[in-house]
């Protein structure tokens, strides 16, 4: 167990629809990344928060935001989704902002019908 | 933009053999190298990292790595496979300034009897 959260474990949902996926870091861990893998892509970081504020950004659609909240919770929404949004999506936390040692969620299973 | 290249989408050996799970990294500074390992329907686990200390890194479960800078790698070996062993392994680079782990495409283990 990484100490990390991921909520819901599988989502199925319909094309246009909007999904939230929500992540619970470790304990005293203030950065949140986002990642997602699908089979076409592979792994791929999506966006970066820490302690509240946005750090960095990869390769995240318009239609995806997040945010993270002062409880240190981070939340990934995805909008106006597509088949192609099929993916797995992992959150992982870390102590600080370079990122030396990042520990990963289960992930949520994201299946767009 | 700093980039890791894992050669061999899969790898088999035999239950008591060596492992040997190839990453080179491209990058004109000193990265900080990664190998995590994801079993099935699991999330990524760190198996070890190099920050620029000692080259020969040993991580969980027996695996170990060593950082080459003259052959640009970050080998992960194992003197002896067990079937637990069985799972995907990706090699990871943190680029230098950024706050984000960029993934190789993965090689998948697989151990026989």
């Known amino acids: 167990d990484s100490g990390v959260t991921q909520t819901p474990k599988h989502l199925i949902t319909a094309t246009g629809q909007r999904v939230t996926l929500r992540c619970s870091p470790r304990?005293?861990?203030?950065?949140v990344y986002w990642y997602q893998q699908s089979l076409d892509q592979g792994l791929q970081f999506l966006i970066q928060?820490?302690?509240?504020?946005?750090?960095a950004k990869g390769n995240i659609l318009e239609r995806f935001s997040a945010q993270q909240f002062p409880d240190l919770h981070s939340e990934l929404n995805l909008s106006s989704l597509e088949l192609g949004d099929s993916a797995l999506y992992f959150c992982?936390?870390?102590?600080?902002?370079?990122?030396?040692?990042?520990?990963f969620g289960q992930g949520t299973r994201l299946t767009v019908v | 933009a700093q980039s890791v290249t894992q050669l061999g989408s899969h790898v088999s050996v035999s239950e008591g053999a060596l492992v040997l799970l190839r990453c080179n990294y491209s990058?004109?500074?000193?990265?900080?190298l990664f190998w995590y390992v994801q079993y099935p329907n699991q999330g990524l686990q760190l198996l070890l990292k190099?920050?620029?200390?000692?080259?020969l890194v040993k991580g969980i479960n027996g695996f170990e790595a060593e950082f080459k800078k003259s052959e640009t790698s970050f080998h992960l070996t194992k003197p002896s496979a067990h079937m637990s062993d069985a799972a995907e392994y990706f090699c990871?680079?943190?680029?230098?300034?950024?706050?984000?782990?960029?993934f190789g495409t993965g090689t998948r283990l697989l151990v026989s009897p």
């Open positions: 992982a936390s870390s102590v600080g902002t370079q990122n030396t040692e990042a520990f």
């Open positions: 304990s005293g861990d203030l950065s």
């Open positions: 928060y820490y302690n509240g504020e946005e750090r």
């Open positions: 990058s004109s500074v000193p990265p900080y």
């Open positions: 190099y920050t620029s200390a000692a080259t």
């Open positions: 990871a680079v943190t680029p230098t300034g950024f706050q984000k782990l960029v």
